[in-house]
């Protein structure tokens, strides 16, 4: 636990970043929780426990549940058509353009050239095999804005988001970049703010009111929010990014939460609006790892939270070497083949600036891990790689 300790100190020390805080249960105690470094350099504020962070794309687990609910109601099914909710997905186009092939290799450079010429109504199409699904956008292997074609047209909209049902008229327009079902990657942004859309339409309620009503109530998340409020904000810590060796503060700048998302006021991020604090998030991953209940409060079915973190794709699709895609969440299905210091079936998923949860089923392990770097790098974080490697070695298996 010195270790632990030592490394994110050594972090803070170094200026690869401000601060932040670990959290770890094991059969559900807690067995370490720490904090380092400060939510402002610059008036000396240290991080505490109930400071709020910008979890970015860690919201997406979250989307997942509020879909799930829906789903042990009897009210969606995962292999719905996403047209059942969205009708303007009905007959949608894949691309079949060789100027837009992924080729190993390429560069930003390369991706900037074709987005000076790019027009969606110019990119070689055929007809999709089959329409997008429910399970299709949990597992990441819908083609929504998961290559180049998606990623080129998102950098090229620069338009603010005003609302989740204008955003499903622009996405689907999209080119899908594969077919349904048939490959893997990730989609920063569109499936999992279109799965808020459909949360929207089936519920009935506004995205916001639902989350709040449904998930964050009953868990006694009281700070977790898409909007916080002017209190709030006064725990917020601020981002920054690493230049030169120093840390520079980009709070409310583009490289910000709403610059990077480009939301207006108002909009609900599915895909990574969510800002929540070490606590709040650690009871969401209770609930979890508690198969879906959280003292007393059943939030979801142990048989779906089971099936949140088994294979969903139909087809076996690897996004990277011995991972695969659950519903919301990515799992290490063969550690070694990955060469990851984890255990088969650990589960969990990441945010781009740094903050990091998971659970292990197996070793009755869960972590929650919160900083806010805007560079970091999200699921490739070698802050958040380290810190699994450290809990693990540490508390895996029966040590205590």
Known sequence: MD???????????????????????????????????????AA???????SIYRMMSMTKPVTAVGILKLMDRGLITLDDPLSKFLPQFKDMQVCADKRYEFKPGM???????????????????????????????????????QGIVGLIAMM?????????????????????????????????????????????VVSGMDAAEYFQREIFEPLGMTDSSFWPTEAQKARLVHAYKRKK???????????DMDGMLHRGPGYIAGCGGLFSTLTDYDRFVQMLANGGTYRGKVILKPETVERMHTEAPAMHLEPDPGQVWGLGVKIRQDPEKGKLPVTAGTYGWSGAFGTHFFISPADKLSCVWVTNRTDLGGSGSYISAKIEELVFARFAGDRS
């Open 3 to 41: 270790q632990i300790d030592q490394t994110i100190s050594g972090y803070v020390k170094n200026n690869e970043i401000s601060g932040g805080a670990l959290l770890v249960r094991k059969a559900g105690e807690v067995v370490y929780q720490n904090k380092w470094g400060y939510a402002d350099v």
């Open 44 to 50: 000396g504020a240290p991080v505490e426990y109930d």
């Open 107 to 145: 560069n930003m450079l390369s991706l900037l050239q074709k987005l000076l010429f790019f027009r969606m109504d110019r990119v070689k199409t055929v007809p999709a095999d089959r329409e997008i699904t429910i399970r299709d956008l949990l597992s990441h292997s819908s083609g929504l804005a």
């Open 156 to 200: 090229k909209d620069k338009s603010v988001r005003e609302s989740l049902s204008q955003q499903a008229d622009v996405f689907s327009r999209y080119v899908l970049d594969f077919q349904p079902g048939t490959g893997t990657g990730y989609s920063p942004l569109a499936g999992f703010d279109m799965l808020t859309r459909v949360i929207e």
């Open 245 to 255: 060796g120093k840390l520079v503060d980009v709070t409310g700048t583009k490289e």
